[in-house]
């Protein structure tokens, strides 16, 4: 559950911008980890800022994790990702197989 780190945040004072809330003047999302959130976070590219080391999900995981989420404003993220983001194909229709998300994928991609 999300909700311990929710409530931890909102004591903490940081606000709420739509879906994110905003840490340090940085908009974060949290999301709870099944088997390919947990594949996208041990893949995802680490990077640091100000000597703090993060991890960010390759775009074409977040693509497999929106697509399996499947909400109207998934798809449209989806589709902003193909069209502004270097997407390797490859790898996302490796991970789009592996998870069985090739027809969605298709049904919502443009």
Known sequence: LLTPIYDYLKSKEYKWVREHIIIEGQPTQFIV????????????????YQGVKYKIIKPEYLIAIL????????????????????????????????????????????
């Open 33 to 48: 980890a099944n088997d390919i959130e947990l594949e996208a976070v041990r893949t995802a590219n680490i990077s640091s």
């Open 67 to 110: 697509t399996k989420v499947g909400r109207a404003k998934d798809n449209i993220k989806v589709n902003m990702l193909l069209t502004q983001t270097k997407i390797d194909f490859d790898l996302l229709q490796s991970v789009l197989t592996r998870y069985h998300l090739v027809t969605r994928f298709k049904k919502i991609s443009r």
